[in-house]
Every structure is written in C-alpha cells, then in structure tokens.
C-alpha cells in the first residue's frame, strides 16, 4: 500500500486487522510525513520514539487479536493535553519546559486503546485565538493554498487541523471552548466534533473556561469521529462535571438513515453581510438533507445575537481565575527579578513575559467584569444570558427538533497577518455561529461540505440535541455521503 | 461604561501583570472596544432569569472528605522554576 499516512482512522484500522500494514508502517508513513512538513508548523514537539515503541506494542495486540478500534491508530496531540514527562504548554511561553508528572485522562484512554502518539500539535496559546497566530511557537499554516498567501488553519486547534488536513497523522485531538475545533476543521476541509459538555473528561486538559471547554476528535471523515469519540468519552471521577453516562457504540449509529428526522433552520443565523457562497452552502446542505428524508423545520434561536458577547465575558471570566496559578512559583516561566523587587514583582513581571498580548487581554478582561462594583452589570447579567440562550435550544428540541443545521463559519480561511491590525472583536467574530454551542452545553460538528469560489473549502455545522452525539453523528454522516466531499490541499510543503 | 488609563492600570495590577506606563493608552482602548461589544448585554430583559450556574443539570457529586492522593513531594517540585528542600522558594515575602 502506498500513501499510508493518508488513510483515517477506519480504513486503517480494517487493513491492519486484514493483515495488510502494520502500525509500524503507518506510523514510520506519518513520521516521514511531519519530517517534510516543517512549513505548515503544525507539529511542535515531536515523540517519534514514543510512537515507534507504541506502534511495536499495537501490532503484537493486533496480532493477538481483540484489539479495539483505535489500536495501532497514529494520532497528534493537541499541545494543551498533558503527556507525562512530555513538553505540555499550551502553545504558550509560560509553560516553557513544563514536562507534567501526570497523564490526561483522554490521552490515557487512547494509549489504553492502543493508539500511538506521534507529538505534539501547535495551538493558539492557552486556546485563545481564531486563527493560529497568538502562539509561542510561531503561526500554523493551512494546506490549503490558493495564490501566493499562507492561510490560517483557524484556531485554536489550528495544527491539529492543519495536521489531518496534510495526512500528517489519521487523526488529532482538538478542544472546543468557542469553536476552536469546528472553525478549524471548516477551514481545513476536515470534520471536527465537539461533545456534549461532560462527556469528556477534563483532567489534565490545561483549562481555558472550564464551563465551556470540551475536548474532541478532529477526523478525515464523520465515521472516523465516531470511533476516536468513543474512546475519548467516559465518566471520570477525576472530573466532577464529566457525566456517568455510559458510552454508546457511535460508529454502530451511523446507519445514514434519517427518515423523518426534523431538522431546524434557525433565522437568526442568516446574518446581515454574510458571502453569498455561505448562504449557498447552507441552502444547499438544507436541501440534502431534504432530499435524504429529513423534514425541514424553521426555528427561532431569539437570543443567538448576544451569545458572543455573553461568551466574551463568561469566557475571560473564568480564564482570569484558571490562569492565576501561572505565578512563576510551581511550574514553567519565571522571570529574572531585579534587586529590590519582592514576590509581586516576581509575579508581575512573569506574567507579563509569559503571555502574550491576547491572553493578557482576556485575562484583563476577566479580571475587571469580575471586579467589584462590575461583577453584576457584567458577568451575572451574561450568565442571565447564557440561561436564555440555553432556553432557546431546549425549546426548539421540546418541539421534536432533532438536530439544527447552520454554516460552521462567516467565511472560508484568511490569510495569516490579514487581521493583525484589526480590532480584537474582528476576530471574535469568527465563533459567531459555534459559541451558542458551547453556552448551551450541546453536541457539534463540522462537517465539510464544499469549496468557495477560490477552491477553499467550506463547512456546515449541525447541532444535536445533549447526549445524543450517536444521532447527531448519523445525520452528519447523511450530509457527508449526499456533499461528496472529497476535494484535499495540494501539497506545496 | 467606558474605563480611563488610571483603571486600566489598576485591572493591570490586580490581574498580576506589569503593564508598562506607556503602553496603558492603548490597553484601555483595547478594553473599551471588548467592553462596548459586552453593552450589547444590557438589551436583553434578564428580569428573573437565574444566572446560570452549571451547564448540565447535575448536582456535584460528593465524597468522604479523606486523602485520596498525595505524598509525592518530588513529582510535585519537579516542575519548579526554583525549589530547595522540598520548598517552592520566592523572593522575600516579609521583613
């Protein structure tokens, strides 16, 4: 077989079941992959030893037989999973030579399934940016590529997307706080999905607002998603939000069938300025999902308009008091303190060297609507919001709405530097249509659905209702086999 | 509300962060902006509305309050920046 790094996880799990490649092939397949690929930066610590010596174990499984789906599957780690005794920052400068003791409780499933870690994946730092460009390690480049610019991958899961759009790995852990899984995986032509919130453990997840982040799978196809979820998801006493559900088989849900199914359009989501292209996108998506037997429904979201604004506060707030433990004093950067200076100097100036500018404003922020005389006009009334925007989904799904269907972005990738000047709310913009998601506590996917007039492409986004990613994967699934999205990046690294 | 240079640098300073002098005009302009997008939040009639507390209907689970964890002084300091004796040290914290 030729080109094994850009088989997904199913094919590559059925051929190394057949007996027709080894993890060690496919892995070796990837390494050579992330070696010619320097130029899209998305994989920034590289464990090709701990990926030879877990692919030698998967294939003496494989051979044993009864080895679960993800056995032998190569995958890249976002970089804000801690991997013990592996360089873990969070694509920020704080964390600098931050080796955890300790293993994420996803990681540590997939390596119980049998899954191989090929390294770690560039991020916008501690997962605050929309484009790539806030990290230490420099600006991820998307494959795709249309004239003489670089385009962003989107963030903040912006190497993971970049990485399985350029058949770097089969697939890639990503985190969605906003959107920061769906916006990348629209911009590079890939499926990204967020679950339900709590159905994935958090710990050791370096937290960013951990009322809103949730990790999940980022996969060259919707059945790929299915199975990674499955053996991401779980209840963990390590997590007191991560729910005591037990995990379904996803992948058996994904039947294509979905007669019947009523699907939501919400009005408020054709918003004033949107391209044409997008518009067409989701007409076009409408339709087949019409066309496959579902009943289209129009629904009212009434308070999708202050869902950002509520998330620009909600999200700050809470970032403002998980990164106040980055001090200087137990892990990573510390900054060199002049004579005289006392521990808040020492904490002042570390904090002020260890972030970079948009993490530093949102800590701000964070920290002024939690100040005293703001905390009610800003952060209660946005929690006020945040129970309306709940509302408003769990009206539409009380009305026998079983999944909702909206553009995942305003727009196809940028190029990298475009928005350098632009006001920080620009940027914002970009979660306008995934943010409700993450307020809301529901299931999300991305799925690729076409390519704009320039060739980029483009992706939908379904919602589903809290706890049936199995259903809301079956109807992507359905919108993924009628788009026939096959198009890939050229390669030009 | 609009924040001036005098409160941008008190934000600066509860947050922990050192902001220099002149870089406090275009801080608090950068705020403003985010904080003028957050007034949108002021059309919406929140009158009885709960402020929303967790995302999923659940109560958080307990436990008996024993130790679970712990006695690994070394995988603790391992990551410090500056450890002795088993001690995180920092600059002088009294007189």
Redesign the interface.
């Known amino acids: 077989m030729s080109d094994l790094n850009k088989l997904g996880i199913a094919e590559a799990r059925d051929a190394m079941r057949k007996g027709d490649v080894t993890s060690v092939e496919l892995t070796n397949a990837c390494l050579d992959a992330i070696e010619g690929a320097g130029a899209l930066n998305a994989f920034v610590h590289n464990t090709a030893d701990i990926a030879r010596s877990q692919a030698t174990a998967a294939d003496a499984r494989i051979k044993a037989g009864d080895a679960p789906d993800m056995c032998g599957i190569p995958l890249g780690i976002k970089d804000l999973f801690c991997i013990k005794g592996v360089d873990s920052q969070a694509g920020s400068r704080i964390l600098e030579g931050f080796k955890p003791e300790y293993e994420s409780t996803i990681t540590q499933q997939l390596w119980d399934a049998g899954s191989v870690m090929l390294g770690k994946l560039n991020m916008d730092e501690f997962a605050m940016g929309s484009s790539n460009e806030t990290s230490v390690y420099g600006d991820v480049v998307n494959p795709w590529k249309v004239d003489d610019r670089n385009l962003t991958p989107g963030g903040s899961s912006g190497g993971s997307a970049s990485a399985v759009a350029a058949d770097l790995c089969m697939a890639a852990t990503g985190t969605d706080t906003g959107g920061s899984i769906r916006q990348p995986a629209a911009f590079t032509g890939i499926t990204g999905l967020k679950p339900t919130y709590g159905r994935c453990s958090r710990w050791g997840v370096v937290a960013f607002a951990s009322s809103l982040d949730q990790a999940g799978p980022m996969t060259k196809s919707v059945r790929d998603a299915a199975i990674m979820l499955g053996a991401m998801a779980g209840h963990d006493v390590k997590d007191s939000t991560s729910a005591e559900l037990a995990v379904p088989d996803f992948e058996a849900a994904l039947t294509g069938d979905i007669r019947g199914k009523k699907i939501g359009i919400p009005k408020e989501y054709r918003m004033e300025g949107m391209p044409a292209e997008i518009e067409q996108l989701w007409a076009d998506g409408t339709t087949m999902l019409k066309d496959a037997g579902a009943e289209i429904v129009d629904i009212t979201l009434p308070h999708t308009k202050y869902a950002l604004p509520a998330y620009y506060v909600v999200a700050p707030a809470e970032a403002s008091s998980n990164l106040a433990r980055y001090d200087g004093v137990r892990f990573g950067h510390r900054a060199k303190i002049g004579q005289g200076d006392g521990i808040t100097e020492m904490y002042e100036k570390t904090r002020a060297e260890g972030f970079g500018p948009e993490v530093q404003r949102r800590i701000m922020i964070g920290t002024y609507v939690l100040s005293a005389g703001f905390y009610d006009a800003y952060y209660n009334r946005a929690r006020k919001v945040r129970t309306l925007i709940k509302k408003d989904f769990e009206d539409v799904f009380a009305a026998g709405v079983d999944a909702i269907l909206t553009p995942a972005t305003p727009s196809a990738a940028f190029g990298l530097g475009e928005m350098k000047d632009a006001d920080p709310v620009q940027m914002y913009l970009n979660d306008v249509f995934t943010v409700t998601v993450n307020l809301a506590g529901l299931p999300g996917i991305s799925v690729p659905a076409g390519l704009d007039k320039q060739g980029l492409p483009l992706g939908l986004q379904l919602i589903g209702r809290p706890w049936e990613e199995g259903d809301l994967l079956n109807t992507a699934y359905a919108l993924e086999q009628a788009a026939g999205f096959v198009a890939k990046p050229e390669k030009w690294w | ?1 609009s ?1 001036d240079t005098a ?2 640098a008190r ?9 220099p002098e002149e870089d406090l005009p275009k ?1 608090k302009d ?2 403003n ?3 003028s ?8 009639d ?1 009158d009885g ?8 209907p ?1 109560r ?2 307990r436990r008996e309050d024993v130790v679970t964890d712990g006695s ?1 002084p070394e ?2 300091m ?5 450890a002795r004796e088993g001690f ?1 040290a ?4 009294v007189e």
């Open positions: 509300m924040i409160t941008a934000v600066a300073k509860l947050a922990r962060i050192n902001v801080l950068e705020l902006g985010i904080i997008f957050m007034e949108q939040l002021n059309e919406v929140v509305v709960e402020p929303m507390t967790s995302v999923t659940q958080l689970k690994q995988a603790v391992k990551n410090a920046p500056d995180f920092v600059p002088k914290v």
